[in-house]
């Protein structure tokens, strides 16, 4: 399992009503921006806060929300993570 895939594993369990893991979240966090798969100018340990934040609250949505599809919501909330914690792009798109 790569480091990308642990921050996801951790997001999955808290989704399933695991009990919250701050510091393993961070370190899950730490090792992807040391690959360079998360944006290096992130706070590790507030972006673990808010990943389980965001978790929680997804969760606590298709509980509330039983006409929300539950695998609908689950994706959107990993679009938008993805995009917020993947490194912004270095430089101009290239000419066509």
């Known amino acids: 399992m790569d480091e990308w895939d642990a921050i996801w594993t951790e997001v999955d369990r808290l989704l399933?009503?695991?009990h919250e893991d701050v510091p393993a979240l961070t370190a899950h966090v730490e090792a992807a921006q040391a690959a360079h798969?998360?944006?290096r100018e992130l706070r590790a340990e507030a972006t673990a806060r808010w990943l389980v934040?965001?978790?929680d609250a997804c969760r606590?949505?298709?509980?509330?929300?039983?006409d929300y599809?539950?695998?609908?919501?689950?994706?959107t909330m990993r679009m938008i993570a993805t995009r917020w914690l993947r490194p912004a792009r270095m430089g101009p798109l290239p000419a066509r």
């Open 69 to 75: 599809d539950p695998d609908t919501e689950i994706a």
């Open 53 to 55: 934040a965001l978790a």
């Open 60 to 66: 606590r949505l298709t509980e509330t929300h039983p």
């Open 16 to 18: 399933a009503g695991g």
């Open 37 to 39: 798969v998360v944006d």
